[in-house]
């Protein structure tokens, strides 16, 4: 799998957006951008994924460039319950490949 | 909709003493069934996947092994704890089939286990 690189913390205001960065510049064709993040003391959850265009759902809005070197997860109105690690993984997926290798991701901090 | 249920929460054993924890999914058939561990401030690592009832891959050489008596439950066990052992241990599914090529995993809340 692509590695990637994302910054290690961040801040964001309660009520604004929040914009997390994520570099896979050796990133493949068939290679899906994924994002999770994990609660302290809890399992990662899922939040949204995607290979070419941009997508949006109901948590988060992902933002992929044309060249997919990078892409970007968007929180559109941060919580302060959106304090977590946020973690970027590229994957191949098919018969086979379950190994989903997490980095050491981005500590989102919301501040009232 | 789907639900995954991983018990305990918390788990501290000696070493040497057995060790079963379980995680059944609901609300979906025929899941791929995962067990990962995640030691402190690292990734995870993938321990066992499953894509039937009895089927069962295992990933690295270890000390525990997994079953998966019913389509929805998978239980991870060791007949002897080291104190290696010690770790997050989380349960994860996703669909099975002809899209599971785009299918997210799905995680339980983990099992913190200490080995003492």
């Known amino acids: 799998d692509a590695k990637t690189t994302q910054p290690t913390s961040m801040d964001c205001a309660e009520g604004r957006a929040a914009n997390l960065p994520c570099n896979h510049s050796?990133?493949?064709?068939?290679?899906?951008v994924y994002w999770y993040r994990q609660i302290h003391s809890q399992g990662p959850q899922y939040i949204i994924h995607?290979?070419?265009n941009n997508e949006t759902n109901e948590m988060a809005s992902l933002i992929i460039t044309e060249d997919r070197k990078s892409s970007t997860l968007i929180l559109p109105h941060a919580t302060l319950r959106d304090t977590a690690v946020y973690y970027c993984?590229?994957?191949?997926?098919?018969?086979?490949?379950?190994?989903?290798?997490f980095g050491k991701g981005t500590k989102l901090s919301v501040i009232p | 909709s789907q639900t995954i249920h991983q018990w305990p929460a918390t788990l501290v054993q000696p070493v040497g003493s057995p060790l079963s924890l379980e995680c059944t999914v609901e609300?979906?058939?025929?899941?791929?069934l995962y067990w990962y561990r995640q030691a402190a401030g690292r990734g995870l690592q993938l321990l066992f996947y499953?894509?039937?009832?009895?089927?069962i891959s295992s990933e690295v050489p270890q000390n525990l092994s997994a079953s998966r008596p019913q389509d929805r439950q998978f239980i991870l066990s060791s007949k002897k704890l080291l104190l290696s052992d010690s770790g997050f241990y989380l349960c994860?599914?996703?669909?099975?089939?002809?899209?599971?090529?785009?299918?997210?995993?799905?995680f339980g809340n983990g099992t913190r286990l200490t080995v003492t």
């Open positions: 994860a599914w996703s669909v099975r089939g002809s899209r599971s090529y785009n299918s997210p995993l799905h």
């Open positions: 050796t990133i493949s064709g068939n290679e899906y």
């Open positions: 995607g290979l070419k």
């Open positions: 993984i590229v994957r191949v997926l098919g018969a086979g490949s379950y190994q989903l290798t």
């Open positions: 609300g979906t058939s025929n899941p791929n």
């Open positions: 499953s894509v039937g009832i009895g089927q």
